[in-house]
């Protein structure tokens, strides 16, 4: 949205009135917005924070207006976004009510975002020797990881996880963007433990990728018992490494709710984790010929709710 300028506009006429017969709140220096800086506004402010919970009486600080224009206000915004699939407004009733925003990315955007990763992974330039893929700056890009974990959060909101397990290095930007995109809290298990973060738990693992044996530590205070965990990870090919982490999560009686991967290999078909998504599949890597199979992924797949 464009900010009005030089007194007149679409929303206001010359006599300071607003289109729909209101009076324009601009003012001058310090006084009030005019509504389309006020929606623009409004409208980062909202986005910048998914998951949270805000309450009118900041925006109302903030913007220097009334609760029932912000509420207003609040209300194209939810229609806007919701319209293009750009998100979700939700408003708590009540004396500690507000708003909250979900980030949502919908089918069709979906597919195309799915589509743009799965051609670039492709890319004949991304071949290394020994028949590997280079997808390091993929992974670690705020934009594919940004929207990616709008997707997961999209898809696993419904199970209300509480918070996001990952497993170091890869799967850092993928989990800690979907954790924003819901507002939770990420919980990173190391390959060692670390005096520096108290007693923790450890496990062993047979690898899927070496087939070798690997550990897997988390400190005790990183998860109360109990506690609703979407694990989220960067690569899956017989799935020893996603396997752990659900075993590690038993230490805890941690629950785990959903398990989202960037990609998975199409062999070994029969993975050692049940009920995944993933957004690509790797097929083949073609050293000689320079090519690499990539497909899209299992993410459409229903995610189930939380039972009551």
């Not at 300028?5 to 929303?11: D, K, R, S």
């Not at 997961?152 to 989990?175: D, H, M, N, R, S």
């Not at 989220?232 to 009686?253: N, P, Q, Y």
């Not at 998504?277 to 890597?285: D, G, M, N, R, W």
């Amino acid at each position: 949205m464009r900010p009005e300028a030089g007194g007149h506009g679409g929303a206001t006429n010359g006599s300071g009135t607003s289109a729909s017969g209101s009076p324009d709140q601009s003012g001058g220096g310090g006084g009030r917005w005019r509504r389309g800086r006020r929606l623009a506004a409004l409208t980062r402010l909202l986005t910048s924070r998914p998951g949270e919970l805000i309450s009118l009486s900041q925006f109302s600080g903030v913007l220097d207006a009334a609760k029932s224009t912000i509420s207003e206000d609040l209300t194209t915004i939810k229609e806007g976004l919701e319209e293009r699939g750009l998100g979700r407004v939700e408003t708590v009733a009540g004396a500690a009510g507000g708003v909250v925003f979900h980030p949502t990315v919908s089918a069709a955007s979906g597919d195309e975002i799915v589509e743009e990763l799965c051609a670039r992974l492709q890319s004949p330039d991304r071949i290394l020797p020994g028949g590997f893929l280079y997808m390091t700056d993929l992974v670690f890009s705020p934009y594919w990881a940004g929207r990616l974990g709008e997707i997961i959060a999209g898809l696993y909101a419904p199970a209300e996880p509480q918070f996001v397990v990952t497993v170091e290095t890869k799967g850092i930007p993928l989990a800690l963007f979907s954790a924003q995109a819901m507002n939770l809290p990420l919980v990173v298990a190391r390959r060692d433990a670390r005096a520096t973060e108290g007693p923790a738990v450890s496990i062993t693992f047979v690898s899927g990728t070496t087939g070798r044996i690997q550990a897997m530590s988390l400190p005790r205070r990183s998860l109360p018992a109990g506690a609703r965990v979407l694990v989220v990870d960067d690569f899956m090919k017989a799935g020893g490494t996603a396997r752990g982490v659900v075993e590690l999560m038993r230490e805890f009686e941690a629950q785990v709710v959903g398990l989202a991967v960037l990609m998975e290999t199409a062999q070994p078909e029969k993975k050692m984790v049940e009920d995944y998504i993933s957004f690509t599949v790797l097929h083949e890597v073609d050293e000689a010929a320079r090519r690499a199979v990539v497909t899209p992924g299992s993410w459409k797949k229903a995610v189930p709710t939380r039972s009551r």
